[in-house]
């Protein structure tokens, strides 16, 4: 019965997409919508204090992410060893040291192991750390050439050598001016990368990364109501924070998680299920990111689940062509993340991922802020590009495409610098 519900919502969800091939990116095309009240119960019960938020809304919240959106993560998947490759790596002539740890998995005859490379200022006891995933291994974020190879699947990009899903010397170096590593050391800051693929290959195939590791005997794809590839790489993230708790070189207790895209999309999921991390940065992260799905503009769920329908949980489908059914919004997800500071990014061209949205969102997700005694955005209207806004909640919209810059970077570290170096005593 189950599976004919769910076969006939699939039906459903292809015709909406036939009707929605045609991208809507005018604000005068926006359906009338209304947002889910993100500060009263299911029950209907007003929010007044953080209590009331953190018994009862907040959990209710993170059911229904995990049931309609991004699927629910096993509990029982730890790390099994961890191997450390290399503990005081040198680069940037002495200024950065590097490290790098493998966490492994082990079940069954399964294992599934995830490189972690981490640059922390030479000389700092305990550094705060940003934290996040690259798209095609660790080695293409710098030229160091010392940086471990990825033996995971990788898409092809014959341009950067990448072929039959293997990386080869030539990609080393192709994503640093994604990754200012420098100017985060000489900030005072460490950065640690994992590959996504490492924890779960981004492509349609349930049979590789961390999934098969939760399946019953006969199973081989998550079931309707658990994870897809956003949640494993949230999980992955979870995980590489166990790890820094053991690591004297880090500050645990001041992890940025960040993510560009649909690792952005990760990074918020992230940040709202682990409430470890101590500041979520979202950079252009768009539909099932930081944007309201609500707004219909530019991805939609109909869209992005047709393309990429491995990132949800199948129930997701349901609300292709159907925003206005979805018990939630994209603002609920941000909100899970106060009372730590949040910051959102944007970028003028990039219309696909919504930027209105995104700051809708944000500003939504204030409310939470505030029963906390804290600030969430300091403005009510999207500021001009180049024109970043904080408070414990900041914002920003570059100039440019999708991408993430060493403009954005910029942000990042002073936004940075104000949480945790400038708050006022409380
Ligand atoms: C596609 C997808 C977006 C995603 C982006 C990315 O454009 O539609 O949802 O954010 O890829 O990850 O680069």
């Known amino acids: ?37 993100l500060l009263i119960t299911e029950s209907g019960r007003k929010v007044k204090n953080v209590k009331r938020w953190e018994k009862k809304r907040r959990p209710e919240l993170l059911e229904i992410f995990k049931h309609e959106i991004y699927g629910n993560i096993p509990e029982e998947i730890d790390i099994s060893d961890v191997i450390v490759h290399e503990e005081n790596g040198v680069f940037f002539d002495g200024l950065a040291k590097r490290k790098q740890v493998e966490i492994i998995f082990k079940k069954d005859d399964r294992e599934l192991s995830a490189d972690i490379l981490i640059y922390t200022p030479k000389d700092s006891v305990k550094a705060p750390v940003f934290v996040g995933y690259n798209f095609s291994g660790n080695h293409t974020i710098s030229y160091d050439p010392n940086i471990r190879l990825t033996e995971s699947w990788v898409p092809d990009n014959p341009s950067w050598g990448i072929v039959h899903n293997q990386v080869t010397e030539q990609s080393r170096g192709v994503a640093t001016d994604k990754w200012p590593v420098k100017k985060m050391i000489e900030a005072g800051y460490g950065v640690a990368t994992v590959y996504c693929g490492d924890i779960d290959p981004d492509r349609d195939n349930f049979q590789d990364g961390i999934h098969p590791f939760s399946y019953q005997l006969g199973q081989f794809r998550p079931g309707y109501d658990e994870w897809g590839s956003i949640s494993a790489w949230a999980w992955g993230l979870s995980k590489v924070m166990d790890y820094f708790t053991t690591d004297q070189d880090i500050d645990s207790t001041k992890v940025m998680v960040f993510g560009f ?132 909640v900041g914002y920003h919209i570059r100039t440019g495409k999708h991408d993430i810059t060493p403009y954005d970077w910029e942000q990042f570290i002073n936004f940075a610098n104000k949480q945790f170096y400038s708050q006022p005593e409380e």
């Not at 997409?17 to 005068?28: G, I, K, L, R, S």
């Not at 689940?305 to 491995?310: L, M, R, V």
């Not at 009510?380 to 408070?391: D, K, L, Q, Y």
């Open 1 to 37: 019965m189950r599976y004919l519900v769910f076969s006939l919502s699939f039906i459903i969800s292809f015709n909406l997409f036939a009707q929605q091939t045609d991208v809507n990116y005018d604000e005068n095309e926006i359906p009338d919508y209304k947002l889910p009240k």
């Open 261 to 392: 895209s649909r690792m952005g999309k990760a990074a918020v999921w992230a940040a709202a299920l682990d409430q470890r991390f101590a500041m979520c940065i979202s950079n252009n992260s768009g539909c099932m990111g930081a944007a309201l799905s609500r707004r219909r503009i530019g991805e939609t769920i109909g869209i992005i689940t047709y393309h990429f329908p491995h990132w949800f949980c199948e129930n997701l489908n349901k609300y292709s062509g159907h925003e206005d059914k979805l018990p939630i919004d994209q603002h609920m997800l941000l909100g899970m993340i106060a009372p730590r500071p949040l910051y959102v990014t944007s970028a003028t061209a990039d219309l696909w991922s919504d930027p209105k949205g995104e700051f809708l969102s944000t500003l939504e997700a204030g409310k939470v802020y505030e029963l906390y005694g804290k600030k969430g955005l300091p403005v009510t209207e999207m500021p001009a590009p180049n024109t970043p806004v904080s408070e414990t």
